[in-house]
T-cell receptor
């Protein structure tokens, strides 16, 4: 069974641009969540989607948005990029349930110049 | 607000040694606690998940314990190997959503 797939693997953008990252969850998983990882702040929760609905959102500005499609694939978008948005963006999927683990993709490394 | 702390931040041990990684959390009303491994530049691999009603979970050479009353979890690695070198992160889940609160991790180096 294929794991969580994130594309692209690497991205280089300049300040002010926008970017869209994609995540395909494990087949059958309906929950997709996104995390930002930086050396200074560690892993921080961005948002979670379940059945195309945003179920929870972290403390990030409105420039960060996401969506989930009917096939559970998810995208996140960052508009008006800032230098501080440089990070590893990780997507995770899970079956719904108390004892279900989170399975992470390899991430998208975003560099903002 | 839940805060998760991991000590030590880095650890270097010789191959074959048994070791313990520590994770503490401030809010004991957790849903579950999960331990992950992360290799450089890669995503996270789930190692063990402990439900709030459980005291420990085991998988191979790994054993994780949970003590909600003291706000602590430990990950025990037996007979460490160089392949165990990675960053280990613990994360608490507070409700039915998948918003995990992560610790900052322990970077482990197992020397041959």
């Amino acid at each position: 069974k294929a794991g969580v797939t994130q594309t692209p693997r690497y991205l280089i953008k300049t300040r002010g641009q926008q970017v869209t990252l994609s995540c395909s969850p494990i087949s059958g998983h309906r929950s997709v969540s996104w995390y930002q990882q930086t050396p200074g702040q560690g892993l921080q929760f961005l948002f979670e989607y379940f059945s195309e609905t945003q179920r929870n959102k972290g403390n990030f500005p409105g420039r960060f948005s996401g969506r989930q499609f009917s096939n559970s694939r998810s995208e996140m978008n960052v508009s008006t990029l800032e230098l501080g948005d440089s990070a590893l963006y990780l997507c995770a999927s899970s079956l719904q349930g108390e004892d279900e683990k989170l399975f992470f993709g390899s991430g998208t490394q975003l560099s903002v110049l | 607000k839940q805060e998760v702390t991991q000590i030590p931040a880095a650890l270097s041990v010789p191959e074959g040694e048994n070791l313990v990684l520590n994770c503490s959390f401030t809010d004991s009303a957790i849903y579950n606690l999960q331990w992950f491994r992360q290799d450089p530049g890669k995503g996270l691999t789930s190692l063990l998940l402990i439900q709030s009603s459980q005291r420990e979970q085991t998988s191979g050479r790994l054993n994780a314990s949970l003590d909600k009353s003291s706000g602590r979890s430990t990950l025990y690695i037996a007979a460490s190997q160089p392949g165990d070198s990675a960053t280990y992160l613990c994360a608490s889940r507070m409700d039915s959503s998948y918003k995990l609160i992560f610790g900052s991790g322990t970077r482990l180096l197992v020397r041959p």
